[in-house]
């Protein structure tokens, strides 16, 4: 979102977003994630399809991902 002036930005991630749940609590460095990555929508469920980025659909699919591995490795042992 390079092409947005930085002050519509942050007025842009004030009013239209919040910070994903699922996303803030699986992964390690959240905090360092661009600002707009961090956020969904902001009456949208804590879903991947939800993130106002291509890169935070993405990361977030990554921990989605990260679990469903994890959790097949503690069933399959």
Do not use: W
């Amino acid at each position: 979102m390079e092409h947005i002036d930085s002050v519509v930005s942050r007025r842009f991630e004030i009013q239209s977003g919040r910070f994903c749940k699922f996303c803030k609590e699986l992964d390690p460095h959240f905090a360092e994630r661009h600002a707009l990555e961090q956020l969904v929508g902001f009456n949208r469920r804590n879903t991947a399809s939800a993130h106002l980025t291509e890169n935070g659909y993405i990361r977030h699919r990554m921990l989605e991902l990260d679990r469903l591995v994890a959790q097949r490795s503690l069933t399959a042992a």
